[in-house]
Structures are given as C-alpha cells and as structure tokens.
C-alpha cells in the first residue's frame, strides 16, 4: 500500500467530529474498494498456481501407475516365459523334465514347487492388471500352464496316496496351499478315494446283505477313516502327526471331503432311510444314523473341527432330510388319539397292570410313559414331547373337571335311588347321577394313584432325559409340580359327593332312635343293657362300602373319607339325640306335674326306689353312642378324629343320673329280692 492511501486513511479528529460520521465512512469507501481489488487479484494468482501444480503432480502419477503396469506386464510375460520353460511348454527340453509313457510331462516336486510359487505371483498381477489387452491376450498361455500343473499337482497327490509318501504329500499340500488351491485338493481325494469306497459300501443291497443293516452299513463307513484317512490326518493334524515335520494348515478333508461324499452317497442311493412313514423304524435308523454322526464327530479331532462340520452346508442338507416334525405329527396321534378314545368310555374297566380301575387311567398312564420310552423318544423333540406330556395332564384335568361340573354341581343328590353297589348299573331315575358310586370311588382312587405315580415317572424318566440338554431343570419341575396340583383339586369335591351319598343311607336309620321312649315308657321293661338294633342298621351302608370300595383307596384318603362320613353321621346322631332329650325331659317334667295333681299314694313305688322309664330311655340312648364310638375304632378311625363326636357324647352322658356302679348295685338288689320271694314261695 502506497505512502498515499496510508496517509489518505489519517484525519483529524476535530474535523471527523465537525464534518461529521457519514462523510468519514464515504472517505474511507474508497480505499477500501482499492484493497478488496488488490486481495482478489492476489487470491487469482495463487490459484493458477494451485492448478498447475496439480495438473503435473496428476500427469507424474499418471505415468507412475502406467509404469507400475508396465512392469507388471513385463512381471506377467517373464513368469509366463518362465513356468513354460519349467514345464517344457516352449519347445526347450530341460535336463529335468521327464516324459512318461504316454508322452505327457513329470515334474519333480522342487520343480512343481518353483511353478507354484511363480504361479502365485503371476496370479497377483494378473489380478491387479485385469482388462488390459496384453493380460487377454496372454491369458490363454496361463490356461494351459494352470491345467499342466494341475495335473501334474494331481498326479503327485495320487502317487503320494498309492506309495505312502508322508514327504511327497505333504510338498504336493504345500504346493496346492501356495496356489490357493486347497478346496481342489479335497475335491480330489473326495473323487478318488472317498467315492469309490463309498459307492461299495452305500447301497441297499449292502443293508440287505449286512446282518446289522443299517448299523453295518455305518460301520463299515467308519472303516474308511483309519484305512484311507491316516496319511492324510498325519500330514494335516497336529493330533496325528508322528514326526517333527510341520503340519500343513488350512485343511479339513473329514469335513469337506469325506464327510460330503457320504451325505450325497445316502441321498441318492439309501434315500429309503430318511422315510418317516413308519415311525418304529424311523425311530430305529434316525438313532443309529445320530450314532453314527456321533462317532464320526469324534474322529474329526478338535472342537474347531465339529463346529466347522456342523456348520457345512451337506451336514445341515443330512438333518434336514430327518422328517422329524412328521414323526412328532405320527406320535401325537397315536397317543393323544388314545387318550380321547379313552375319554370316550371313560368309567370302562382297566385291563392293564398299572394298578388303575378306570381304563382311562390306565391308558393316560401308558401315554405319558410312551411319550419318554426310549423306542419313541427323540432328544430334538425334548420340547415337543414334554409340552405333549403336560397337555396330557391337563386333559385329565379338564376330564375331571367336566365329570364333577355334570354329575355333582348340576345334579341333586339322591340318597333313595343311588345304589353301593359295584355293579355298574345305574337308577332308572332321571334326576339321578349317572356315574355310579363305584365310579366315583375308582376315579377317586385313580387319581390319587396317578397322583402319586408322577413324581417317580418325571424324576426317573423326564428329568434324566432332560437334563442332557437343560442344566437347570427347576423350572421343569414347578411347571410338572403345578400341572401334576391340578389333578388333585376336584378331590375334595368328590370325596363329599360320596360323603353325602353314604351318609343319607347311614342316616336314614338313626331316626329310629325316635323310637326309644316307645320301647321302655310303661313297658316295665328291664334296664337296658345292649345296644339298639338301630345302631347296626346305620352302619350297615358303611360296611358295605368298606367291604366293596375299601381296597380301591388309600390309606390316607380312606381314612379322611371315614372321618368325614363318621363327622357328617355324628352331626345327625346329635341332632337326633338333642331331640329325643328334650322331648323325655318334657314328658318327664309333665308326668311329675301330673303325679303331684293327683298326690299319689305313699305306698306306691317311688322313681327313687329304681330307674325310671326316663333313665332307661337316657341310658339306652348312652348305650347307642357308646356302641357307636366302638364301631368308628373298629373301623380305624381314632374318635378325636371325628368332629362332634366329643360333644354327642357328652350330650347323653350328662343326662345319665346315675353311673354304672350304681346301676350294678340297682340290679343286685333287685335281683336278691326276686331270689328271696322264689324261696319264700
């Protein structure tokens, strides 16, 4: 910037702050115009520049990578030249070179190994100079040098394999390894060793002829590994390797070689094993094929191998080929077909030897059993099977359910037509239930039975199983424990049922107790001594469904049931007996009334001189509950457990007015008075 424009910039301030702010912002317009002209002009220069620079810095790396490819090119064409002259392909017979019989060129492994290593790089260039016309028009050339030393690597790899050449193979692997090539060296011994063995031994004329079948068949498969396969896992798996020779990496020939030629061979020419129409014998080939894989598994040699098998794509082909979700399809009809089939005729009688009654029991029973025998069961349809396992428990349930909702919530009890009899017949009366009592018993005991029976079935069956493929098998056993409850949760509502039906037999008889005061009130009969016959009578329905049913429950349940019957009777043995007491305390307190109108004679006899007709009709009654309490412990039943029990007899004791010491003394008295006017007379 000039001496000029600088001292143009300077101003006084007096006269700025005369002139004023508008004139001093147009002096400086001016100059500033000029520097905004100047910076572009120097910002243009310095572009051009910037471009120039760019334009030689691109032309230099243009004629670099046109250098680079020519060098390539020159790198192709000499390792052209090269391997041709290795392989004797330019007319250049080397000292090296042999011809075999049929005039075809040997190579030694050095040689097959510089070709290699030569062929590495080319194929190097070849890719970073693909499109260019000089790599089109070589191409050919590389073609046939790559099908030479293709098979000059084969014929190496098939001698190697003949003679037991560990060194041979393991250079002729290294050489397939440099190229890239390994996959071809698999495809290979797939197709001269594993094939040819395979299409031996894979037919079904050999099933047919092998005394084992289908397992024969697979065992013979296995042969092939130790025969066939030791060289090449020596040479290729530190597992095997005997020597101090590094191992060749990077191969698999268990799993890309043998492995798929015998998934193809089962395929095409075995195919019939894989049918699933038959589910027995697709039980039986699916096993001994998994065993098979199995110990195919364990010749691969390390987890990285399995992996890498379960992986390949034949070993997903070769399970997918089991119809397994078929097979579950077959299962599940024949054994849920059998359990609604069951559910059909439910109350029909058992012919198993499961210990059930009712056959629908017993065929529940069979089914849950049949869903983890091991003639049926299949670990990759653990979940299938179990989920089938809880249905079935949950259908008995729903059974049980139905049963109680028809014969016992919406049908009235009817103690006059209901029979306890285990004969199966049913009342001709509509309103009566037309499960029979026998019925009900065995279903009650069944279910308990099949209640009882499940824990050992899930501990000793399922749960071993199970845990092969689930650690933790807690949350089995509360979802098996919570299905296994519900069976069990209608008992109680049966058991009542039958409570009801017994006891309004049992009770029908206690009213005669009514007819005590009939008995002994101005009968002038003796002091009771024995107990009523109304006594038996109530416990004669007892006795005979003991007699028909006792066998068919628990213990524990039996004896719950007895409580609960000997409660129920109770109940109405008290009602009775309250009855029956305050109707003699009326009639007591009347005649006393009566006797005190009239004044009575002193020489009549006195109530105090023996027992009343009221006493008599109080102690028969005590007889009749003590008898009563004799007849529940002979039946098992402690008296503590029959609620009310207690309480009837105290109701009668307390209304005795005399003890039985008393009562003896009464009738020793009376008994010497007799023996004296027999000898007076």
Request: proline letters at 3%; one cysteine or more; hydrophobic letters at 35%.
């Amino acid at each position: 910037m000039d001496t000029l424009s600088i001292s143009s910039l300077c101003f006084d301030k007096d006269q700025f702050m005369k002139v004023g702010m508008d004139k001093a912002i147009n002096n400086l317009s001016i100059p500033l115009g000029q520097l905004r002209e100047e910076v572009l002009s120097v910002k243009s220069v310095m572009e051009d520049a910037e471009k120039a620079v760019q334009h030689k810095l691109l032309a230099r790396s243009k004629i670099r990578e046109k250098k680079a490819c020519l060098q390539r090119l020159i790198n192709i064409n000499k390792s052209v030249e090269k391997m041709e002259v290795i392989l004797g392909m330019r007319g250049l017979q080397s000292a090296e070179i042999i011809e075999n019989d049929d005039g075809e060129i040997e190579l030694t492994g050095q040689q097959i190994e510089r070709v290699a290593s030569e062929f590495n790089q080319l194929q190097y260039y070849v890719t970073q100079s693909k499109g260019l016309p000089l790599v089109e028009k070589i191409r050919p050339r590389i073609a046939a040098i790559t099908v030479t030393l293709q098979h000059s690597l084969e014929r190496m790899f098939k001698e190697s394999l003949q003679t037991n050449n560990v060194d041979m193979l393991r250079q002729c692997l290294r050489t397939y390894a440099t190229i890239d090539k390994m996959r071809d060296a698999e495809a290979l011994f797939r197709k001269v060793s594993v094939a040819p063995y395979m299409a031996e031994v894979i037919s079904e004329r050999f099933i047919q002829m092998n005394p084992q079948g289908l397992k024969g068949m697979f065992n013979k498969v296995m042969e092939f590994i130790p025969m066939h396969c030791g060289l090449i896992r020596e040479v290729t798996s530190p597992l095997f390797s005997s020597g101090s020779e590094k191992v060749v990496g990077g191969y698999n020939f268990m799993v890309n070689a043998v492995w798929p030629e015998i998934v193809s061979s089962l395929e095409s020419r075995v195919a019939s094993i894989f049918a699933s129409g038959n589910p027995d014998t697709f039980h039986q080939k699916y096993l001994i094929s998994m065993e098979f894989v199995d110990k195919f598994e364990r010749e691969c040699g390390s987890q990285s191998s399995v992996k890498r098998l379960r992986a390949h794509p034949s070993y997903n082909t070769f399970m997918s080929k089991w119809s397994l979700p078929v097979y579950f399809q077959i299962r599940f009809q024949e054994i849920a077909g059998s359990v609604e089939t069951a559910l059909m005729n439910p109350f029909n009688t058992a012919t198993g030897n499961n210990g059930f009654k009712l056959s629908v029991f017993d065929t529940i029973w069979n089914a849950l059993q049949m869903c983890w025998k091991d003639q049926v069961y299949i670990t990759p349809l653990a979940h299938r099977f179990w989920k089938l396992t809880l249905q079935i428990i949950l259908r008995c349930t729903t059974w049980i359910s139905e049963v109680s909702e028809k014969e016992i919530n919406e049908k009235p009890t009817n103690t006059e037509n209901q029979s306890l009899s285990s004969d199966g017949d049913k009342a001709t009366d509509d309103k009566s239930p037309p499960v029979t009592m026998a019925q009900m018993i065995f279903l009650i005991g069944d279910v308990d039975k099949l209640y009882e029976k499940l824990p050992s079935m899930f501990t000793k069956c399922i749960q071993v199983k199970l845990s092969s493929i689930c650690k933790d098998t807690s949350f089995l056993t509360e979802s098996f424990e919570e299905a296994r409850s519900k069976l069990i949760e209608l008992q109680d509502s049966f058991c009542s049922f039958i409570v009801k039906q017994v006891c309004g037999l049992c009770s029908a008889h206690l009213k005669s107790a009514n007819d005590i005061p009939r008995l002994y009130r101005r009968t002038n009969r003796e002091v009771p001594s024995k107990s009523s016959n109304y006594v038996q009578n109530a416990m004669k329905p007892l006795q005979l469904f003991i007699q028909e049913h006792g066998d068919v429950l628990q213990s524990s349940r039996k004896q719950q049931l007895f409580a609960d019957i000997f409660t129920h009777i109770v109940q109405e043995y008290h009602s009775v007996s309250s009855d029956l007491l305050t109707s003699v305390k009326k009639m007591e307190e009347s005649l006393k009334r009566l006797k005190m109108m009239r004044k009575s004679d002193v020489g009549l006899p006195q109530s105090s001189q023996g027992l009343s007709d009221d006493d008599k009709i109080r102690l028969q009654l005590a007889i009749d509950v003590r008898k009563f309490g004799e007849q529940i412990v002979s039946l098992g039943v402690e008296k503590d457990q029959v609620k009310g029990y207690a309480e009837l007899s105290e109701l009668v004791e307390s209304h005795v007015k005399k003890t039985s010491d008393e009562l003896l003394t009464e009738l020793k008295k009376i008994a010497k008075v007799r023996e004296a006017e027999e000898y007076n007379s």
